[in-house]
């Protein structure tokens, strides 16, 4: 029998490590993690068990580990699309348009939208954190969100919107408010209600950080 080619067997091993991730995400954010073993995810993918451990030797906790940092990449994917003037496309968000305060809402809003999702909150607001190590999860989520917090307050204070201030703690306690904001949301009987006052609550606190314009002379 003829051995498949390398690209070939990379595009199997890619399909079969997806088909774990995609049954993952349904089991965790539905179960929850420690609900869902080893056997319900390789059935629900329809792979091995040798599989599931080929890909994550560290069995469903290395798989957890990798569904939570594809969610935290999917927000900031989403959050990078918005990252453009006046609502423009995701093109032109990929093409460096400058952050502008009127952008703000938007990309808060939007964060509150995905992390507020059972799948979100079940996963990587819930479970990472207590199965991996606060610290080693901390490491994922700053890598990921917390450096696009701070990209986008390093270019509202270059444009002089922002006061002169240490850009990184700053984006670690937004990053944590919004987290603590989006469980709150997540648990809301008026799911839009509450990111929408989720935004305006954050807005008014970044707005002790906003470098108003002085007032204009008055006339004599």
């Known amino acids: 029998m003829t051995e498949p080619p390398p690209q070939t067997r990379n595009a199997q091993a890619a399909a079969t490590r997806e088909r774990l ?28 068990r040798g599989a599931l451990y080929h890909h994550f030797p560290a069995g469903k906790s290395g798989l957890l580990g990798a569904t939570a ?21 995701k093109a032109s968000a990929a093409s460096g348009q400058p952050l502008t305060l009127a952008d703000v809402p938007s990309l808060l809003g939007a964060f509150f939208e995905a992390a507020s999702t059972p799948a979100y909150r079940q996963i990587v607001l819930e479970d990472a954190p207590s199965v991996l190590g606060s610290q080693a999860w901390r490491a994922v989520e700053h ?12 270019t509202l204070q270059r444009s002089g919107v922002l006061v002169a201030g240490p850009i990184r703690p700053l984006a670690i306690l937004i990053f944590g408010a919004c ?17 929408a006052q989720g935004t305006d609550a954050m807005m008014a606190l970044l707005s002790g950080l906003i470098r108003h314009a002085p007032d204009p002379p008055q006339s004599p």
């Open 21 to 48: 991730i995609e049954a993952a995400t349904e089991l965790f954010a539905r179960k929850g993690y420690g609900a869902v073993s080893a056997a319900n995810i390789v059935a629900a993918a329809g792979v091995t």
């Open 69 to 89: 940092e594809r969610l935290v990449e999917d927000l900031v994917a989403t959050l990078a699309a918005k990252n453009a003037p006046s609502g423009q496309d």
């Open 143 to 154: 890598k990921h969100t917390v450096g696009f917090i701070e990209a986008a307050l390093e």
């Open 179 to 195: 987290c603590e904001a989006s469980l709150e949301i997540a648990h809301a009987n008026d799911r839009e209600a509450a990111i």
